[in-house]
């Protein structure tokens, strides 16, 4: 596809349970990113892919986060025994620089809500 | 460490009415600074970015180095304006956007 494909679009999920989310980039992008939208928030960084190198896991809240990016290509996020506050619209994002030009495109995300 | 800073989370203007978005941000080296919007039940795009010089549906920002600001404006605000609005930082030679935490604009009929 030509653009960021996010899946599922929708999730809802139990307590306590675990989730997957997953992301195919656009293709050849060597950056990917995951971010968290909270109903009205703005944009929480999670963690930050760059081709090969280690990924910046910086923005992951706790210790039941966590991503991989296999082949450098499709991504996914899991949450392990999700919480309430865990509800949110996940948004992935990748990009590739051309010169001077550096142009993130978004996924339309995938909504969890943990109930 | 580059941090993006947008200081109003909700900002509200009457059609017609002058806008302005700020954003300031922290970086010691060369930035590359651009604005990001998200419509309504749309995908989080790209509007413009600082290299381009561009005007893009009325709006312009300029960089200011000396007060590390890039405040996006439009001289007369449209209803279909109305969007969440975010500013993001990359570094030459360092991909990583980093984004604001973005600005509710809502444009009053």
């Known amino acids: 596809g030509a653009g960021v494909s996010q899946s599922p679009s929708n999730k809802v999920t139990e307590k306590g349970k675990d989730v997957e989310l997953r992301c195919d980039p656009i293709?050849?992008?060597?950056?990917l990113y995951w971010y968290r939208q909270s109903l009205g928030q703005g944009l929480e960084f999670l963690i930050y892919?760059?081709?090969?190198?280690?990924?910046?896991k910086s923005g992951l809240p706790s210790d039941r986060f966590s991503a991989e990016r296999t082949g450098g290509s499709v991504s996914t996020l899991t949450i392990q025994r999700t919480q309430q506050e865990d509800s949110a619209v996940y948004l992935c994002?990748?990009?590739?620089?051309?010169?001077?030009?550096?142009?993130?495109?978004f996924g339309q995300g995938t909504r969890l809500t943990v109930v | 460490a580059q941090r993006v800073t947008q200081p109003e989370k909700l900002l509200s203007v009457f059609k017609g009415a002058p806008v302005e978005l700020k954003c300031n941000y922290s970086y010691s080296g060369s930035p590359e600074l651009f604005w990001y919007v998200q419509y309504s039940r749309q995908r989080l795009q790209l509007l413009l970015r600082?290299?381009s010089r561009e005007s893009i549906k009325g709006f312009t920002a300029d960089l200011n180095k000396g007060e590390t600001s890039f405040h996006l404006k439009k001289p007369f605000a449209q209803e279909e304006d109305s969007a969440m609005y975010y500013c993001?930082?990359?570094?030459?030679?360092?991909?990583?956007?980093?984004f604001g935490t973005g600005t509710r604009l809502t444009i009053i009929p």
């Open positions: 293709s050849g992008h060597t950056a």
């Open positions: 892919f760059q081709g090969n190198s280690a990924p910046d």
């Open positions: 600082h290299i």
């Open positions: 993001a930082l990359s570094a030459f030679g360092n991909e990583k956007l980093t």
């Open positions: 994002a990748s990009s590739s620089r051309t010169g001077w030009n550096t142009e993130a495109f």
